[in-house]
């Protein structure tokens, strides 16, 4: 039997309009665009405004863009998975209202929380049901509105998150392109270092928890680096030996957008130069689980069909993972 794979066949992305630059920074909380810089290489962020404004926004424009670029009608949608850490609401899914927004009618939906980790969870998820002959067109959405979890009284958070999305689409490939493999993990006893306090079954919303800011990101920023640091060259330099990859196999990583740093230690592990690395951390920061879908969204004018393409990644629970995939399209050759 031929073997089927889960193959990227179009990517859109989508930020909102609104810069908040280090500059606005500076006038909001005590820190400079030189530290906000060299501590993590962020120089702006996109932030959604407005009224009832949720993910699901984000994640509309994402889905309707990808569904003209690749001429695919809504109904022809077998299913969608939107992983977010910020969902319109607890519940229904926020792919549900993505699927409604667009039309998507046949498809099964649902939402997908592995942290920063969780576009890369989702899309190794989505693959399998590709892989299983049962599902022709998939989209997998990364999105997120973090400015809705952040306190801009806390410098240590506010400067490195932002808001924004993209989406790729899934086809099964026989000729050998598409996602190979991954190697994900999971650590529950890092859920110290970076969690939501508050909001959810075990400390529901009240006037306390709001008081004391629980609702807000709660990172210990050094100790996560710690851990990201490690575990994503780690992971990444193991998928690599997985599938027999040397540097010079490697045509482009697709690393989360965290922290410069982060990313410039896992490229120096895999023996790769900046020039084969994907970062547009300076312009958007940490979108969560927008990072890796809008760095593909990025570059796809530069992505030809046959390239090695290694994505990683690592956040919240602690969450952590690398996958390889071969590159189906030449992404010169997409209209616009
Ligand atoms: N401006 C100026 N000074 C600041 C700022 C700021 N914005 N923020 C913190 N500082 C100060 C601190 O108060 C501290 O001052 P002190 O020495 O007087 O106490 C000093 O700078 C150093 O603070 P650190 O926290 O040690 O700074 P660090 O170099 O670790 O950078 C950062 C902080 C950027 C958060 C870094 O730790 C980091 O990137 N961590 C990893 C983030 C990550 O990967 N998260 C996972 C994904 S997110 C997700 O899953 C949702």
Request: negative net charge; aromatic residues 8%.
């Amino acid at each position: 039997m031929t073997k089927i794979q889960a193959a990227i066949t179009g990517v859109n992305g989508w930020v909102p309009p609104y810069r908040l630059t280090n500059a606005e920074l500076e006038t909001m909380i005590d820190t400079s665009d030189e530290w906000i810089t060299t501590r993590t290489g962020i120089k702006e962020r996109r932030i959604l405004k407005g009224e009832k404004m949720g993910t699901s926004v984000i994640g509309t424009h994402a889905v309707k863009g990808l569904l003209e670029k690749t001429k695919t009608k809504p109904e022809e949608i077998d299913l969608l998975i939107c992983a977010t850490v910020t969902p319109d609401m607890q519940y229904p899914a926020t792919a549900n209202i993505i699927s409604e927004n667009c039309g998507i009618k046949n498809a099964l939906s649902f939402d997908m929380n592995a942290a920063c980790s969780g576009f890369l969870f989702a899309l190794n998820t989505a693959a399998k049901y590709v892989e299983s002959g049962g599902y022709k067109k998939v989209i997998v959405v990364g999105a997120d509105k973090m400015s809705s979890i952040v306190d801009y009284t806390d410098r240590a958070t506010c400067v490195i998150f932002g808001d924004g999305g993209a989406a790729v689409m899934l086809e099964p490939n026989t000729e050998g392109y598409g996602i190979v493999n991954a190697l994900l993990h999971v650590d529950g006893s890092g859920m110290q270092y970076l969690h939501q306090v508050a909001g959810g079954s075990a400390m529901p919303p009240s006037h306390e928890t709001i008081d004391n800011k629980l609702h807000y990101v709660h990172q210990e920023g050094q100790s996560v680096f710690k851990f990201a640091v490690t575990n994503m060259a780690d992971v990444a330099a193991a998928i690599m030996e997985k599938n027999n990859l040397k540097s010079d196999d490697v045509a482009w990583l697709v690393p989360h957008q965290a922290n410069l740093r982060i990313i410039d230690a896992t490229a120096r592990r895999m023996g790769l130069n900046t020039d084969k690395v994907m970062i547009n951390i300076q312009r958007y920061g940490n979108t969560t689980n927008g990072t890796l879908p809008l760095c593909l969204w990025e570059w796809e004018d530069k992505l030809k069909k046959g390239d090695n393409i290694v994505l990683t990644a690592f956040g919240g629970g602690f969450t952590w993972g690398a996958m390889y995939l071969k590159w189906a399209y030449d992404g010169d050759k997409v209209a616009k």
